[in-house]
């Protein structure tokens, strides 16, 4: 076989003889200008000596299949071009070498038709190369990749379109080093359906908006190790499609910058998103997870203008979700998981928060600021790690942490804590919120629905909602009854904390009377019998009264109980004006009320004389 110095062309009906593959030169080129299909045969028959082409270019509306029932790994080792009005076929390539079915060492310029994928069937392999463009003069040019796993597109330099670019369901995976750049002049966004980072060292630079949405679901994008950089560069970012379940996965990280967007779409759990060091900003932030979907952030991150949480939910865990001065946060269904840090300013500050499983926002209404003051709001399902005398059988089942930091001041505020959608015991009615400062105090709060405002607010820290360890009272019936007193009883728990008791009585259940129990002040957290002995009542008269107990958190007020004092015995009756069927009666009532009944009883049978006469029971 000859050596090949400057190009080897084929026409129509030429071919080169089995056993004789030529040598081809460093830069030389291996031409099919044939105008009809032809077979790749003898011409390229080696991945290296003699054989192995350097550079090839279809021309002349050739259409070359590189297989031609040789199902194995091919290579060339320059630049594969490829001009408008011909064809590169790779079908039917199910062999390669490590996932490589064909490997130009050099670029691919395609202003022609390149396809991983036709009738006669597709490829399992990818196509790999150092630069690859997609129309470099020819708006028209078409790059297909296969339909089928593994059909992939493989690049250590730059993709470019600028033409018409179909991913078909399949990766474009980026293993240079340095960086390597997605662009192009294509109208509209650069859609690559999958996209795999494996570099070394550099970065993948995007020059135009993207979108990789996963559109079978798995890894839309995957950043293999801690050394693979996907840079916004300004551009925005669309991962993920709607209604399906796409991820991310790999130890690699993201650049952004003020002016970048991230988009990220689907269902379920996305994975966890990291951001470089130093460069952990987007300008904007949309995050749409349906069916309990979720974003989780590895590192901090600053929105500088807008975040949009449509649905699912940004997991920090330790790290924060910030939204810069003058940034913004939206939110239909969305919410954030952990820590959300915002600049705050005089007025209503609203933060977007929630556990893993429910909304709970809150909101610091703040006057008096100056300078800066930066606050972080998170919600945490559960109690907190110190005690905060909330009753913990009585309580919303969250708490809610607000730190400040930045130099500013303020010279108070008042938080509100929603507690609509948290597992909620006791009367909501009735809570209180409770703040810690190094140790936990009531605040002055009011309940409105399902939110509660603590007012009057000058330092940040820890709160609790819910009813406070109020004493638990219930008020027993009154024993040891004579014309003119009783003794009232009762019981009290106090929950923990010295309680004093006493009882309110009176002829209404207005009371107007108060009598301090004899075992009072109560204590301990078992119920405690109590009692209060009260003279001074009128005769056969009607008393209520309740037992009511005050610790440092409030007053538990007991159910109304009544009686009736006893009544005096009256005085002996005079009988006058007798007959056989009347006679009057004079009693002596004996300082009972006028209201007071009395009964004449026959002694033989025991029986009361009826109103009509008659004897009766």
Partial sequence: GSTIQNSLTLKVNSFIPSGNSPNYATNSTLIYDIGTTYGRSTEWSATSGRGYPYNVTLKGNTTLDVVNSVDSYKKMAGTLTVESGSTFNMQTLTTGSGGIGLEVVGDVINDGTI???????????????????????????????????????EVTGNLVDNANFTANNRAVFFTGTGVQTIGGTAPGTFNVDYIVSNKASGSVKILK????????????????????????????????????NSTISGSG???????????INGTGAFGTVNFES???????????????????????????TSATL????????????????????????????????????????SFEIGSASVYAPAST?????????????????????????????KKSNHYW?????????????????????????GSTASYAVNKYDGSWANTTSSVAGTTITATGLTSFSDFEVGELYTPTVTTAAASSITTTGATLNGSVNANGYSSTVSFNYGTTTSYGTSA???????????????????TGLSVNTQYNYRVTATNSYGTTNGANVSFYTLANTPGAPTVNNATNTTLDVAIDVNGNPSSTPFAIQETSTGNYVQANGTLGA
């Fill in 365 to 393: 209404n703040m006057s008096g600021i100056s300078g800066t003051v930066v606050l972080t709001a998170k919600a945490t399902s559960g109690n907190p790690t110190a005690g905060s005398n909330i009753n913990q059988s």
């Fill in 516 to 534: 301090t129990a004899s075992q009072s002040p109560v204590t301990g957290t078992s119920n405690t019998s109590v009692s209060a002995a009260v």
């Fill in 115 to 153: 396809s991983l994928n036709t009738s006669s069937g597709s490829t399992t392999q990818r196509l790999k190369c150092t630069n690859y463009t997609n129309g470099n003069s020819n708006a028209t040019a078409t790059t297909t990749l296969s339909s089928a796993a593994g059909g992939d597109l």
């Fill in 209 to 244: 908006d993207l979108l990789t949405e996963g559109p079978n679901g798995g890894n839309a994008i995957t950043l293999t190790n801690s050394t693979d950089i996907f840079d916004l560069n300004g551009f925005a970012l669309t991962l993920g499609k709607a209604s399906v």
């Fill in 253 to 263: 990280l993201f650049r952004g910058s003020s002016s970048s967007g991230l988009v």
């Fill in 278 to 304: 130093g460069n952990r900003t987007l300008s904007t932030l949309t995050v749409n997870r349906t069916s309990t979907g979720s974003v989780t952030l590895g590192t901090d991150l600053a929105i500088a």
């Fill in 401 to 425: 942490i607000i730190t400040k930091s930045g130099a500013g001041s303020f010279t108070s505020y008042a938080a509100t804590f929603d507690f609509t959608n948290t597992t909620n015991t």
């Fill in 310 to 349: 449509t649905n699912g939910i940004i997991t920090t865990g330790s790290n924060n979700l910030i939204i810069n001065s003058g940034g913004s946060l939206s939110r239909t269904n969305g919410y954030v998981n952990g820590n959300l840090q915002k600049t705050a300013a005089n007025g209503v500050n």
